[in-house]
């Protein structure tokens, strides 16, 4: 998505490259595609519009410089600008002293606000050194009550309950449990009181009274919007009504550990003006962050997450041996990438899930590696399978493979001979770009898995970035074998 | 009785109509058909979730065919056809078989409605006569099999469960033997809300149907999954993902009853077919109703 963003506005301001300045008409035309983008990430209509007119305002007269393409500046300033209007983050609790503190959750039904309960009352005793009281304020869903319990219980944290409504609406009265438990959190010393509330239509009169209720009795600090980050086009309609019942003070976007773009998260903010809070990165209770306007601009503008990417790798990597870790490193460095470390990056990538969503983040040669339509863990499987079918000595110097080796793997791993052969020429790609890696900043690798540029654009002098041309004769595994070893004799020359 | 869920949604729309102009607003503007009427168009198809492929190719269609002519009923009935034409076919629901049980599994990403909606396909299947078995396989998430207990026992049916954390697998195993054994027409299988990037969770989901499979013969007969009609163009994702792993057969579409239009279902038939069978239009066992996609289009309309 990313890269049809800029693709879109690198042709649209081509013919402005390293002169003038960005006109609107310029701009225009290349806008269309972040609009659709926008779009699909599911920003509200209006909301995107808006967004498009105050990029386009700022763009328009600004000096084209050489050093960077139009289509950079403008990314620029969208992600600015995004940055801007999701944030700034307001990661403070503020905590009555003299009374038992009260956060309210809303919201529709199933966004997530009985987990999120129970993860901010996990949060607050640990970080905050609360003592939390849980509320079943739910009376109405099947079991809400009981499954509010059973997180407390997990947690070793307080709940408070007075059962849930028959089917037809008798019972307890949710406005009078959570005053009840207001006053029961000063005699057990709870000093903040979470109330979790039935979900409910925003445009549903009496629950939304029961609501107002609520607060005016309660009186809440805090009153927080738990919205799923899955909300399309009508997030803009039920928290706006949520925030004029309630005057929110927060949001919390829950399931963002999914794939959702969560424009909702800008239409939200632009219409409520309410910021966001925390975000919910999966079913465990521990899945609680903050939000991170600069993340979140990222995902909307479909460059991946990649701090998140980067954060998961790291964490599949302290899985793997710190000794291996090194002992791989040295090898980069050296650039002495075998066909085993790669097999080993295959299988942390694996591990890592989700290998549709990663490869496709992932630098040109390693996604190529899995053809389009392939199902990825089918690919890593046949790639596995042609690794173990070679010997030892073919793993850490490929390029002894010749045509008789070719044929064998191919029998062994039950693939054509040619698939042998393009997955070694794919594997010296990977190869070429790993030694660079080795040798880049943090910030040149980030933008090399954003897919911002071709590796050589960072490496002056590379070979990898060249186009192959085609000069009518293969070379055989020999004659690139002593290619290779001038190139690497060239390579340690330059450092 | 598509017309209850229809003056549901009316009522929705009555209410953020201040905020946003229906569809059908759009035709009572006098002039002809301009660039400022295709963008008024493409906003009001955007702003029900119908997503860029069914919006631009309507607008498209739209401009090729009226474009500068007056605007009139023929442009309105030309988008409802041509919205209706992205659609399937109205679904004949459930396929009961002639013999055994009739095995439907219910599959979804977090929170999107699968237990509520099987509370109000057991009252469906019930009264249509049938004998009905549900199986409890969301061992994860807390109280969920309480939950689904609890709407077993109002809807007094039949339910299989197993310990909190315990194989979903051998439950769905349980629970087909029992219902072989002891007649059941119909066994409903509720499992755990995953998100379908979550590889793992989605082989656990795989490894269900699998054993549905090896114990009765041609099952799961049905596999609905549930979509939040609130939920944007990442519905199509999870459609994609769930189709791949169980094979979907069917969608339901629930929470239609609020101001969400559900367009996303656009998405998910142009790439996926999949249609939708039911949609979900309130929180109780009665609030289902056959997907109707005629009167969708209307109400999408009003
Ligand atoms: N993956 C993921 N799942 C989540 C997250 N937060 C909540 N869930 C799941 O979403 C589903 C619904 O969560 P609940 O906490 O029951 O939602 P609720 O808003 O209390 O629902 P109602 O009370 O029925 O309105 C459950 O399956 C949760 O485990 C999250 O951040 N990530
Ligand atoms: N308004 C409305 N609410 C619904 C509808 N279907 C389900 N709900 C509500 O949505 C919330 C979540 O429903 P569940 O049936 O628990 O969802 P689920 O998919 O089983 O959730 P998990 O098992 O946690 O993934 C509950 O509060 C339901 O009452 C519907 O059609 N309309
Ligand atoms: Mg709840
Ligand atoms: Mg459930």
């Excluded at chain 1, 909307?300 to 090194?326: C, F, M, P, T």
Aim: net charge positive; hydrophobic share 40%.
């Amino acid at each position: 998505m990313f890269e049809g963003i800029t693709r879109g506005l690198s042709e649209a301001l081509k013919k402005l490259k390293g002169r003038g300045r960005i006109t609107e008409e310029n701009v225009r035309e290349g806008l269309q595609a972040v609009r659709t983008a926008l779009l699909e990430a599911d920003v509200n209509y209006d909301v995107a519009d808006a967004f498009i007119q105050r990029v386009t305002q700022q763009a328009v007269g600004q000096e084209v410089t050489k050093m960077l393409d139009p289509s950079e500046q403008i990314v620029q300033i969208m992600y600015n600008e995004l940055v801007q209007l999701m944030g700034p983050v307001d990661a403070k609790f503020h905590f009555a002293k003299d009374r038992p503190t009260v956060i309210m959750l809303c919201g529709l039904q199933g966004s997530g606000k009985t987990t999120t309960a129970g993860k901010l009352a996990l949060l607050m005793r640990d970080k905050y050194g609360k003592k939390p009281l849980l509320v079943a304020a739910d009376l109405q869903r099947p079991a809400a009550v009981e499954q509010l319990k059973v997180l407390g219980q997990q947690l070793g944290v307080d709940v408070y309950s007075e059962g849930a409504a028959t089917p037809d609406g008798k019972g307890p009265n949710p406005v009078v449990v959570c005053s009840n438990a207001v006053s029961y959190a000063k005699k057990n010393s709870n000093d903040l009181v979470i109330l979790d509330t039935a979900g409910r239509l925003h445009v549903a009169e009496m629950p939304m009274d029961e609501l107002k209720q609520i607060d005016k009795i309660c009186k809440p600090d805090e009153a927080y919007f738990v919205c799923d980050a899955m909300t399309g086009q009508d997030a803009v309609h039920s928290s706006k009504a949520f925030n004029d019942a309630l005057d929110l003070n927060g949001v919390i976007l829950t399931k963002l550990d999914g794939d959702a773009r969560g424009g909702a998260a800008l239409s939200i903010k632009e219409v409520t003006k309410v910021p966001i809070k925390l975000v919910g990165v999966g079913e465990k209770l521990q899945a609680l962050e903050e939000f991170s306007p600069e993340r979140m601009a990222q995902r909307i503008l479909g460059q991946g997450d990649i701090a998140g990417i980067l954060e998961k790798v790291a964490r599949v990597q302290s899985e793997i041996s710190e000794e291996e870790r090194l002992r791989q490193q040295k090898k980069l460095e050296k650039g002495n990438f075998t066909l085993e470390d790669f097999r080993k990056q295959f299988e942390v990538m694996a591990k890592m899930g989700g290998m549709t969503e990663l490869m496709g983040q992932l630098p040109g040669g390693l996604s190529q590696m899995i053809p389009e339509g392939e199902d990825p863990e089918q690919a890593v499987k046949r790639v596995q399978g042609m690794i173990d079918s070679m010997t030892k000595k073919e793993r850490d110097d490929p390029d002894i493979i010749d045509m008789s080796r070719r044929r064998r793997i191919a029998a062994g791993s039950g693939v054509e001979p040619h698939e042998v052969k393009q997955f070694l020429g794919q594997f010296d790609q990977v190869r070429t770009i790993m030694r660079q890696m080795a040798n880049m900043s943090m910030w040149q690798r980030m933008k090399m898995m954003m897919g911002m540029g071709q590796a050589g654009m960072f490496q002056p002098g590379a070979q990898m970035a060249k186009a192959k041309i085609g000069t009518g004769h293969r070379k055989s595994p020999k004659e690139r074998a002593e290619e290779r070893k001038k190139k690497r004799k060239q390579d340690k020359k330059r450092k | 009785m598509f017309r209850a869920i229809f003056q549901k949604i009316k009522q929705g729309l009555a209410k953020t109509r201040s905020l946003f102009g229906s569809v059908a607003e759009l035709f009572g503007i006098r002039g002809r058909v301009d660039q400022q009427f295709l963008t008024e168009l493409e906003k009001r198809l955007y702003l029900a979730d119908v997503g860029t492929f069914a919006t631009q190719e309507i607008v498209t269609r739209v401009r090729q065919a009226f474009l500068d002519k007056e605007i009139n009923g023929d442009v309105k009935q030309f988008v409802k056809d041509q919205l209706r034409s992205l659609l399937t076919d109205a679904s004949p629901g459930l396929r009961y078989q002639p013999s055994g049980p009739t095995v439907v599994m219910i599959a979804g990403v977090n929170g999107s409605g699968k237990t509520t909606s099987i509370a109000k396909l057991i009252k469906l299947c019930k009264d249509e006569g049938k004998k009905v078995m549900v199986a409890a396989c969301d061992t994860f998430r807390a109280a969920a099999t309480e939950q689904l207990t609890i709407w077993s026992q109002r809807l007094d049916c039949e339910i299989v469960k197993g310990q909190h954390g315990s194989d979903p697998a051998a439950i769905a195993h349980d629970a087909c033997e029992k219902a072989k054994a002891r007649g059941f027409d119909v066994l409903i299988v509720d499992t755990a809300g995953r998100l379908h990037t979550q590889t793992h969770l989605m082989r656990e989901l795989d490894k269900i149907r699998r054993i549905l499979t090896k114990q009765i013969p041609g099952a799961p007969h049905e596999v609905l999954l549930v979509l939040d009609a609130t939920s944007g163009q990442n519905a199509i994702a999870q459609a994609e993902n769930f189709k791949k792993t169980v094979e979907c057969t069917g969608i339901v579409l629930a929470k239609l009853d609020g101001t969400a239009k559900g367009g996303a279902i656009f998405g998910v038939k142009q790439k996926l077919g999949l249609p939708v069978k039911y949609v979900g239009v309130g929180e109780k066992p009665e609030d289902l109703e056959p997907f109707d996609p005629e009167a969708y289009v209307e109400a999408l309309f009003e």
